[in-house]
């Protein structure tokens, strides 16, 4: 259920003060919503995965017996007999850590500019789904007094046509125009519930709730733009900074990291063995290896996956730029839609509410003493 707040007499001067409602509705929209949650869930899971891409491999350890002398498997007959105990490990071409542990940074960051991008459309649909409430109860509201104002009008076109003053087309076109605000109304209602029901979904609420939404306020409209009509627009220095940007940046970053791993792949191996063999009979030895993986098909291997990385690369340079023009489109047109609303928002308060005021009032009053036919009326 929505209340709407009846603000107070028109030409008063009111502080502007934050929303609270809409800051609390964001709040919520923002704590319930599932795609935001899945979004930082992706986020956390790659910030976990920046310390296991720069770690070593697990190393290997190897125990074992060899030269049991058959057929009895005898422990104690052969000088060859032993007891094996073996260590290695593998390392990979220096720099090679480095490369994964920032191209899986880079990811992260990614995955933290879309939980950015994800909050801001969040934040944005709830305004939006608010505004758009607030404006169907301040017009619902205006319906109310248009009625009232065109019942007067009935009443006064019926009292003519009852003294013979006016045809019997005047109260019939005053139930009409009745009839249509009526039904403008109704729209306006399934509007409302509309709206409602998606602001209740967007922060998760089952459920009948209530809400006391305070209607718009022509005079206290806070200007958005400030400057003289026609004048340069200052934009914002914050677009560089959108997180729409910062996620295409780090998957282009992601890509030209995985380039380098992807070449330093194709270079040898290392692997360090070490050995002690304990012998019942004869003396303990010890040994040590050195292995080098030698990439003899890294033509068919890590160079096409450096071929494939750098395509993606020039994919997520190309996102990069088209993302870039399209904020920047964005921007432009949003800020010409906030120049005309302003203009119009001024023109509305200062000539088209007070002269239309002045002219129902006049057309009534015309119309009540016989100088004005009703059309007139209507239109008003």
């Known amino acids: 259920m929505f209340l709407p707040l009846r603000s107070e007499a028109q030409g008063v001067e009111h502080p502007i003060q934050s929303d609270t409602l809409l800051a609390r509705l964001t709040a919520e929209a923002v704590a319930a919503n599932p795609g935001l949650q899945a979004r930082r869930a992706s986020a956390r899971a790659a910030a976990k995965r920046i310390g296991p891409a720069g770690a070593l491999s697990d190393p290997m350890l190897s125990v074992g017996v060899m030269d049991l002398t058959l057929p009895r498997f005898a422990f104690r007959e052969s000088d060859f007999t032993e ?18 542990t920032q191209a899986a940074r880079a990811q992260a960051r990614g995955r933290g500019a879309d939980v950015e991008v994800r909050r801001r459309d969040v934040v944005v649909r709830t305004a939006e789904l608010y505004y758009r409430l607030r404006y169907v109860l301040t017009a619902r509201a205006a319906l109310v007094r248009q009625r009232s104002l065109l019942a007067a009008a009935v009443e006064i076109a019926t009292t003519r046509y009852a003294t013979a003053s006016a045809p019997q087309s005047d109260p019939l ?29 967007l922060r998760g609420v089952r459920g009948r709730e209530r809400l006391t939404i305070e209607l718009i306020r022509l005079d206290t409209v806070p200007p958005v733009v400030h400057g003289a009509p026609g ?113 119009r928002l001024r023109l509305l308060i200062g000539q088209v509410v007070p002269a239309a005021r002045a002219t129902v009032e006049a ?18």
């Open 83 to 100: 007891v094996d105990l073996e260590v290695s490990q593998d390392f990979p071409w220096p720099g090679t850590l480095g490369a994964r």
């Open 231 to 343: 004048g340069p627009v200052l934009m914002p220095d914050s677009l560089p900074a959108h997180p729409r940007l910062a996620a295409r940046r780090a998957t282009l970053e992601a890509a030209e990291r995985t380039i380098r791993v992807e070449q330093l792949g194709g270079r040898p191996d290392f692997s360090i063995t070490t050995r002690y063999g304990a012998r019942p009979l004869g003396s303990d030895f010890f040994s040590a290896f050195v292995g080098i993986r030698v990439p003899l098909w890294a033509g068919r291997k890590q160079s096409r996956l450096a071929d494939a990385a750098r395509a993606d690369a020039d994919a997520a340079r190309a996102a990069l730029a088209e993302e870039t023009t399209q904020l920047d489109a964005e921007l432009q047109t949003v800020v010409a839609g906030v120049l005309s609303g302003e203009t």
């Open 173 to 201: 076109q005053a139930r009409v125009a009745l009839a249509r605000l009526d039904a403008e109304d109704a729209d306006l209602a399934e509007q409302q519930a509309t709206v409602g029901a998606q602001l209740k979904a």
């Open 363 to 380: 057309v009534l009053r015309s119309y009540r003493v016989g100088q004005a036919p009703f059309l007139n009326v209507l239109a008003a």
